[in-house]
């Protein structure tokens, strides 16, 4: 098995968390605020999800950091809505996905290929599905009609 498709394996795995999870979308009785909150989770969990799409072997690192940016970017609004209620299991997830951003990045500024970062990659993937089950969990258990499955 090739680095690329280890890879891209460990990011189908890290994104089971989310395809396990069915809550059944956003409820009328929720409030405008937890609606809001979950929405911005469910566009978060779409970005994650679309981290096991990219073709490692075509686009390389280039390929994963733009994956990266645009969870950090969807992670920025899902921080401005769910501080209150998740605030902790956010800031975990993004700390493991700026460790992955930050192992993209010194693998680019070296010009190393993904062959050469795999390990480190792998390793920054699982910490970031660790991290993201754990904020499932925690909407789970706040938000029960919040389906971060995208079914």
Known sequence: M???????????????????????????????????????????AKEFRGLHDVDVARTGIDGLETRTNAISDAWGQAKTTGEQQFGKELDAFDASLENLRTTLRSASDKGSSIGETASAVRSDISKISASWTDLTKAVDGELKDCDLSGK
């Open 2 to 44: 090739t680095e690329s498709r280890r890879i891209r394996l460990l990011a189908a795995v890290a994104t089971v968390g989310v395809a396990a999870l069915a809550f059944g979308g956003c409820s009328s009785t929720d409030t405008a605020e937890q609606v809001s909150t979950c929405t911005d989770l469910q566009s978060l």
